[in-house]
């Protein structure tokens, strides 16, 4: 069973003989917290009928699980279409199937029935090669690809790049690093929220990013692009997200709270350089000024427009903090790792049922 909503479902099938139940639970706080205690203590009759608990972080555990809880980080699969690697011919081809950038030459593969979506600026939303592509393969961008959350930092992000846009006109930057910040671009992207029926907060967070993306004036507006990607189909989705990540120059996660920021390893594990925050979940993902950089007030425009500034302007640095993350992504977060420690946990919650159902078929023995 996976995170809360599940866990009474759990807790019955639990009665049925012989059966086992595992709870993963993907969220949590690292602090205590009255809200927190109260939700613990309406989880806990339910959470208790598991013969073990699998958590994120050790902060995460409650102290009536702590003696039948394991700690499994999340992690990726280097293999699926998110995360495996593209050749240059396959990465622009989904590219132009995907709408992210126009087709000036044919291409093997044929266009996606569903195409990623821009927000144009009367708030609508179209194919987004049009009227003209982002300019994915040409310009340096900034990509943030998560849910359409408040917690994710999408309007702080969106105010910083502005700030950093503003910066290329005050002439303390050298020649080449000025034309960068004039032509660099953001690129806000998360899932049609029309998909998502469990998540009725991400229209209303794609609402206020739409109306101050109406507010920009119309060269603030060509250097930001927000996309919705279509999830009609997983593959081309996980496709999308993948060459996205690969264009870009820095992936961002600016989340104000994270337990474990998934798109910032699917970057990290592609090479690309991260820009976090101190949420909890990211900090124990990446390290600043080794895998990446980590911002301490993901709220603050400037701030993240004085490390986008930093980062954009080294690029030999942002190679090696590329090449860093990818191999702590290796070491740490691939979902080959776990597979000893699910065969560890399954082992340990059927040894003893299995040893109890042999003394009760074995029969039993005379006097010597």
Same mark, same amino acid.
């Given at each position: 069973?996976?995170?809360?909503q599940p866990?009474g479902a759990?807790?019955?099938?639990?009665?049925?003989?012989g059966?086992?139940a =595992?709870?993963?639970?993907? =969220?949590?706080l690292?602090v205590e917290?009255?809200?927190?205690?109260?939700a613990w203590?309406?989880?806990r009759?339910?959470?208790?009928?598991?013969?073990?608990?699998i958590?994120?972080?050790?902060?995460y555990?409650?102290?009536?699980?702590?003696?039948?809880a394991s700690?499994?980080?999340?992690t990726?699969d280097?293999?699926?279409?998110k995360n495996r690697?593209?050749?240059?011919h396959k990465?622009?081809?989904?590219?132009c199937?995907?709408a992210l950038?126009a087709?000036?030459?044919?291409?093997l593969?044929p266009?996606?029935?569903?195409p990623?979506?821009?927000?144009?600026?009367?708030?609508?939303?179209a194919?987004?090669?049009?009227p003209s592509?982002?300019?994915?393969?040409?310009?340096?961008?900034?990509?943030?690809?998560?849910r359409?959350?408040?917690?994710?930092g999408?309007r702080?992000?969106l105010?910083?790049?502005?700030a950093?846009k503003r910066?290329?006109?005050?002439?303390?930057h050298?020649?080449?690093?000025?034309?960068?910040?004039?032509i660099?671009?953001?690129?806000l992207?998360g899932?049609?929220?029309?998909?998502i029926q469990?998540?009725p907060?991400?229209?209303e967070?794609l609402a206020?990013?739409?109306?101050?993306?109406?507010a920009?004036?119309?060269?603030?507006?060509?250097?930001?692009?927000?996309?919705?990607?279509p999830?009609?189909?997983?593959?081309?989705?996980?496709?999308m997200?993948?060459a996205l990540?690969?264009?870009?120059t820095?992936?961002?996660?600016n989340?104000l709270r994270?337990?474990?920021?998934l798109?910032?390893?699917?970057?990290?594990?592609?090479a690309?350089?991260?820009?976090g925050?101190q949420?909890?979940?990211l900090?124990q993902?990446i390290?600043?000024?080794?895998?990446g950089?980590?911002v301490?007030h993901?709220?603050d425009?400037?701030?993240?427009?004085q490390?986008?500034?930093?980062?954009?302007?080294d690029?030999k640095?942002?190679?090696?903090w590329?090449?860093?993350g990818q191999?702590?992504v290796h070491?740490a977060?691939l979902?080959f790792g776990?597979v000893?420690?699910?065969l560890?946990v399954?082992?340990e919650c059927d040894g003893?049922?299995?040893?109890?159902?042999?003394?009760?078929?074995r029969?039993?023995?005379?006097?010597r």
């Amino acid at each position: 069973m996976h995170d809360p909503q599940p866990l009474g479902a759990g807790a019955l099938l639990k009665a049925m003989p012989g059966l086992h139940a =595992i709870w993963r639970c993907h =969220i949590g706080l690292e602090v205590e917290s009255p809200i927190a205690s109260a939700a613990w203590t309406f989880l806990r009759p339910y959470a208790e009928r598991h013969d073990h608990a699998i958590f994120s972080a050790p902060e995460y555990v409650p102290g009536f699980l702590a003696a039948r809880a394991s700690v499994m980080r999340p992690t990726i699969d280097p293999l699926g279409h998110k995360n495996r690697e593209l050749s240059p011919h396959k990465l622009v081809g989904v590219l132009c199937n995907s709408a992210l950038v126009a087709g000036a030459h044919p291409v093997l593969t044929p266009p996606f029935a569903h195409p990623a979506l821009r927000l144009r600026s009367d708030g609508t939303f179209a194919p987004a090669d049009q009227p003209s592509d982002i300019g994915l393969l040409f310009r340096p961008v900034v990509t943030q690809v998560s849910r359409w959350d408040r917690l994710k930092g999408f309007r702080p992000l969106l105010d910083g790049f502005l700030a950093l846009k503003r910066r290329a006109g005050d002439g303390a930057h050298p020649p080449r690093h000025r034309r960068r910040l004039e032509i660099v671009r953001l690129v806000l992207a998360g899932p049609d929220p029309a998909a998502i029926q469990d998540d009725p907060e991400a229209r209303e967070v794609l609402a206020e990013l739409t109306a101050a993306y109406r507010a920009l004036e119309p060269g603030a507006q060509a250097d930001v692009a927000v996309l919705t990607l279509p999830m009609a189909s997983v593959k081309e989705n996980a496709l999308m997200v993948n060459a996205l990540q690969r264009c870009s120059t820095v992936v961002v996660q600016n989340s104000l709270r994270e337990g474990f920021g998934l798109t910032a390893t699917e970057a990290m594990w592609k090479a690309v350089p991260v820009l976090g925050t101190q949420a909890w979940g990211l900090r124990q993902q990446i390290r600043d000024g080794v895998d990446g950089r980590l911002v301490t007030h993901p709220d603050d425009p400037e701030e993240l427009a004085q490390v986008l500034d930093e980062m954009l302007a080294d690029p030999k640095q942002r190679f090696v903090w590329g090449q860093n993350g990818q191999r702590r992504v290796h070491d740490a977060f691939l979902v080959f790792g776990q597979v000893s420690e699910w065969l560890r946990v399954l082992g340990e919650c059927d040894g003893p049922a299995r040893a109890a159902a042999s003394d009760a078929v074995r029969p039993a023995r005379g006097p010597r």
